[in-house]
């Protein structure tokens, strides 16, 4: 057989060989990238191709015990009437919002006029003056004894001791906030009256009354605001 031949055929072979090696590979190559998961088109020349990871299957939180599960469906129900005290009480404030009263206390009843005398009179006898200042006293001595019983209790407990240290805390936010709402509502909201005509005699008694009162309210706003010094003092 001629050369020529024998030397075409190996070289048909070879390229045969070659053929098959590299489809093999490719074959290979494609099965270990199918195992890469979703492919993802570039947006840029056609030939990119980005292969993306396949995600990683999140670890679920085994079932929580039975006790741990009932401290928790008695916290969502706590957190959402605390809510709704929280909302309660911010509608009541919201006059004391709206209503600087500390600025009435720096008058003089000698300098009003009868209608002012009426509107401050009003003010005093709602306590509006001290609404504020007795809900903040009290709710300052509800923290300091909290805190005391809350990191006494909370020491050393598991999560179900201190799901329910949690919850015995929100329940004590619970009582602090339905006694300032009751405190709040003390004051009423019953509409009041500027009478039409006052005397001269009768704005001369209503002057004097206001007065009294005002500096009643005074003294008594004066204990209050060292009151509340002394617990802030105690509670940073």
Excluded at 62 to 84: C, F, K
Aim: hydrophobic residues 40%; glycine residues 8%.
């Amino acid at each position: 057989m001629p050369a020529s031949i024998k030397s075409c055929r190996s070289s048909k072979s070879l390229i045969s060989g070659t053929r098959a090696w590299c489809w093999g590979g490719i074959a290979s190559l494609t099965i270990a990238l199918a195992g890469c998961g979703p492919v993802e088109e570039k947006a840029g020349p056609s030939g990119g191709v980005n292969y993306v990871a396949p995600p990683v299957e999140a670890r679920r939180n085994p079932t929580p015990a039975p006790e741990v599960h009932r401290w928790l469906e008695a916290s969502t129900s706590v957190r959402e009437q605390l809510s709704s005290l929280r909302k309660e009480l911010a509608g009541l404030q919201q006059i004391h919002v709206e209503n600087h009263f500390d600025d009435f206390l720096n008058m003089d009843p000698a300098n009003l006029a009868p209608a002012q005398l009426c509107y401050l009179q009003h003010f005093l006898e709602r306590g509006y003056f001290r609404i504020e200042r007795e809900v903040l006293v009290q709710l300052l001595e509800a923290r300091q004894a909290r805190i005391t019983r809350t990191q006494a209790a909370a020491t050393g407990k598991d999560i179900a001791g201190r799901l329910e240290a949690a919850l015995q805390r929100d329940e004590t936010i619970i009582i602090d906030l339905e006694t300032a709402i009751a405190r709040y509502r003390t004051a009423g909201d019953e509409p009041f009256q500027i009478p039409e005509i006052l005397t001269e005699s009768g704005v001369a008694s209503l002057r004097e009354t206001v007065t009294a009162k005002l500096g009643a309210e005074r003294t008594k706003i004066a204990g209050l605001n060292r009151k509340i010094s002394e617990l802030r003092g105690q509670n940073p």
